[in-house]
């Protein structure tokens, strides 16, 4: 690994390889070939020689691998910025910050799966008419959700704000989990809890009723709330 130490070394003391060769008396082949990867094993007199010309010791020249940063090509670059004036390093850092925003924003969008959004259509007060909803897709890394509810009222999810999306699971909620029920007609996001053998789907904004079933079949679960989006 003596190339990467010698990469960041020379590019930490803007150096070029001839001027690694004027300092340390070493060939500038010899270094070329160490430096492009041609010779992996290089003499132990060479080795001496760089680590007392870089002030480091040979162990640190050799077996670190915390040292193994730069590659050849990162290696102008750094060069290449230090050798820039006030203007050149500004535009360099502006493009690198573009192309490293541009970056993760490509490697954020392969992650990400489509699922469906339902947008509530019409007045919403407790619940929603999720059969009429318009549907769009929504992208999004979180690998469970299966659906996803835009938030068009705040009598419908009051612990979010109108925009927000809230990301389904399709599951059956656990105790003290809020979810997404339907009678068939409306869908009502609820806090779900038992009391014995009862069932609550308790009321969030205090608009609605608490809904309490003898057995769970009496509703169908659309899912459960694992995230929301916020807009």
């Given at each position: 690994?003596?190339w990467?130490?010698?990469?960041?070394?020379?590019?930490?003391?803007?150096?070029s390889?001839q001027?690694?060769?004027?300092?340390s008396?070493?060939?500038l082949e010899?270094l070329?070939?160490?430096y492009?990867?041609?010779?992996k094993?290089p003499k132990?007199?060479?080795?001496?020689?760089?680590a007392q010309t870089?002030?480091?010791?040979?162990d640190?020249?050799?077996?670190?691998?915390?040292?193994a940063?730069?590659?050849?090509?990162?290696?102008?670059?750094?060069?290449?910025?230090?050798s820039?004036g006030?203007h050149?390093?500004?535009?360099?850092?502006?493009?690198s910050r573009?192309?490293?925003t541009?970056a993760?924003?490509?490697?954020?969008?392969?992650s990400?799966?489509?699922?469906p959004?339902l947008?509530?259509v019409?007045?919403?007060d407790d619940?929603?008419?999720?059969?009429?909803?318009n549907?769009v897709d929504?992208y999004?890394?979180?690998?469970?959700?299966?659906?996803?509810?835009e938030?068009?009222?705040?009598y419908f999810?009051?612990?979010?704000?109108m925009?927000?999306?809230?990301?389904?699971?399709?599951r059956?909620?656990?105790?003290?989990?809020r979810a997404?029920?339907?009678?068939?007609i409306r869908?009502y996001?609820r806090?779900f809890?038992?009391d014995?053998?009862?069932?609550?789907?308790k009321?969030?904004?205090?608009?609605?009723?608490?809904?309490?079933?003898n057995?769970m079949?009496e509703?169908?679960?659309?899912g459960?709330?694992i995230?929301?989006?916020r807009?």
């Amino acid at each position: 690994m003596i190339w990467n130490r010698m990469y960041e070394l020379m590019a930490e003391r803007n150096m070029s390889i001839q001027d690694l060769s004027d300092a340390s008396g070493i060939p500038l082949e010899t270094l070329r070939n160490i430096y492009y990867k041609k010779v992996k094993d290089p003499k132990v007199s060479t080795i001496f020689r760089l680590a007392q010309t870089f002030g480091v010791s040979m162990d640190n020249l050799l077996g670190d691998e915390k040292y193994a940063k730069y590659d050849a090509d990162e290696v102008e670059v750094i060069r290449n910025y230090r050798s820039c004036g006030h203007h050149g390093k500004s535009i360099i850092k502006l493009v690198s910050r573009f192309e490293s925003t541009a970056a993760k924003k490509e490697r954020e969008g392969e992650s990400k799966h489509r699922i469906p959004c339902l947008i509530p259509v019409g007045k919403v007060d407790d619940g929603i008419y999720y059969n009429t909803c318009n549907v769009v897709d929504e992208y999004t890394n979180i690998e469970a959700a299966y659906l996803s509810i835009e938030i068009t009222s705040n009598y419908f999810a009051p612990a979010y704000c109108m925009g927000d999306h809230i990301l389904i699971e399709n599951r059956f909620p656990e105790e003290g989990e809020r979810a997404v029920f339907t009678d068939g007609i409306r869908a009502y996001f609820r806090l779900f809890e038992r009391d014995g053998d009862k069932y609550i789907l308790k009321c969030l904004n205090g608009r609605g009723k608490d809904i309490f079933l003898n057995r769970m079949d009496e509703m169908d679960c659309i899912g459960t709330c694992i995230s929301v989006v916020r807009k």
